[in-house]
T-cell receptor, first 113, second 113 residues
Framework: DQQVKQNSPSLSVQEGRISILNCDYTNSMFDYFLWYKKYPAEGPTFLISISSIKDKNEDGRFTVFLNKSAKHLSLHIVPSQPGDSAVYFCAASVKTSYDKVIFGPGTSLSVIP | GAGVSQSPSNKVTEKGKDVELRCDPISGHTALYWYRQSLGQGLEFLIYFQGNSAPDKSGLPSDRFSAERTGGSVSTLTIQRTQQEDSAVYLC???????????FGEGSRLTVL
């Protein structure tokens, strides 16, 4: 049973436009969410996180939105750049109980110049 | 080095052989994870060590898989009697606390012939 879902395996966006990557989760106990970016042949790197007490967190071109009632979060990248082309993983954990971090299957983003 | 170090970076083995994969986490990090990524798949959780607590082994796919973490630092993932379906990139990650950002190594690519 997949607790963290990313239903779009891939996404193509024109350079300069907004990229929106979506993530859904099933475990209502999750209270901490993270996004990671992965280039080929490299380990994933942390991008941005959000705690369940917030509904938005912004860091430069990256913004994560959390809708707890819908158990949905999204990552917005604006403007998108070719260097953003990578696989993006959504992850979640129950921070308050030090539980393990569970990752979604990833979405491959291609930003077309 | 300052990052998570994994070895070997590449391992080719014959079906039925045992393999050991090593992870050297960032110094002082109390949490250590093993994930694996099979071709075209997401990050599959394998095992999680947090301080002196008993490890969470709930993600290990079979009893051929085991892991240990000695002295709260270096971890070894052992796969006995390897099968072709064990072929994947095995990623190690560590975190200062169980609830913080995970720092990943570059992975160990295992190919079972």
């Amino acid at each position: 049973d997949q607790q963290v879902k990313q239903n779009s395996p891939s996404l193509s966006v024109q350079e300069g436009r907004i990229s929106i990557l979506n993530c859904d989760y099933t475990n209502s106990m999750f209270d901490y969410f993270l996004w990671y970016k992965k280039y080929p042949a490299e380990g994933p790197t942390f991008l941005i996180s959000i705690s369940s007490i917030k509904d938005k967190n912004e860091d430069g071109r990256f913004t994560v939105f959390l809708n707890k009632s819908a158990k949905h979060l999204s990552l917005h990248i604006v403007p998108s750049q070719p260097g953003d082309s990578a696989v993006y993983f959504c992850a979640a954990s129950v921070k308050t109980s030090y539980d393990k971090v569970i990752f979604g299957p990833g979405t491959s983003l291609s930003v077309i110049p | 080095g300052a990052g998570v170090s994994q070895s070997p970076s590449n391992k080719v083995t014959e079906k039925g052989k045992d393999v050991e994969l090593r992870c050297d986490p960032i110094s002082g990090h109390t949490a250590l994870y093993w994930y694996r990524q099979s071709l075209g798949q997401g990050l599959e959780f394998l095992i999680y060590f947090q301080g002196n607590s008993a490890p969470d082994k709930s993600g290990l796919p079979s009893d051929r898989f085991s892991a240990e973490r000695t002295g709260g630092s270096v971890s070894t993932l052992t796969i006995q009697r390897t099968q072709q379906e064990d072929s994947a990139v095995y990623l190690c990650a560590s975190s200062f606390t169980a609830i913080g950002e995970l720092f990943f190594g570059e992975g160990s690519r295992l190919t079972v012939l």
